[in-house]
């Protein structure tokens, strides 16, 4: 029996609620300082209660990463249209990952590297970093054969995008960055990749 198959509506929704409020909690204090007294005071629950969800703050954590990854994937996934050129899908992702970074205190990005480096045998962002370069990887070469894009190393230019923009993540929560910082360094992306008609 799945999990959802023996969890019961209301155990879903108490479920869901709970991680919604523990993302709050993460994204106030990120990932080392959360408590389970922490997420429990801000669900207003007992903590046997949180326990019967639940066993640790990491647990908590790492099923809201997992539940904001599917979510971001839905959103582009919809905003995607089945004939779309892969100029207009780079310039959607690449506009989708500004927002994110522009919204970096309002996001999960510096509790998720807080956790990658207090579990550095935990493979989550090289997991992350891997399908992005994946997910690129593909669409440059369906760039590349459509001539949208340069005939360039799909692989490379991929890693150098996600390089690009870990490193603008990472920027944005250690010294900020401005909009108009993300849009040069994303310019010069689309610049490298997509063919001037």
């Not at 108490?14 to 429990?40: C, H, N, P, W, Y």
């Not at 969800?53 to 908590?60: G, K, L, N, Q, T």
């Not at 990463?65 to 959103?75: I, P």
């Amino acid at each position: 029996m799945g999990e959802k198959e023996g969890m019961g509506e209301r155990s879903l929704q108490k479920k869901q609620f709970i991680l919604e409020k523990a993302r709050e909690v993460f994204v106030e204090k990120g990932f080392r300082s959360v408590t389970m007294k922490d997420i429990v005071d801000a669900c207003e629950i007992s903590r046997g209660g949180l326990y019967l969800y639940f066993s640790s703050p990491e647990e908590i954590f790492l099923e809201v990463l997992a539940a904001e990854s599917e979510e971001a994937d839905d959103v582009f996934a919809e905003s995607v249209g089945e004939d779309a050129a892969a100029a207009e899908i780079l310039a959607l992702f690449l506009k989708e990952q500004k927002k994110e970074i522009l919204g970096s205190k309002k996001t999960l990005t510096a509790a998720t590297y807080e956790y990658a480096f207090a579990n550095p045998k935990n493979m989550l962002l090289k997991k992350r970093f891997s399908a992005g370069v994946t997910m690129l990887e593909k669409l440059i070469r369906m760039g590349t054969q459509s001539e949208e894009f340069y005939d360039v190393d799909a692989r490379i230019a991929a890693k150098n995008i996600m390089y690009v923009l870990e490193g603008l993540k990472i920027a944005s929560v250690t010294m900020g960055v401005s909009g108009e910082t993300i849009d040069n360094e994303l310019y010069m992306i689309m610049q490298g990749l997509v063919i001037e008609e």
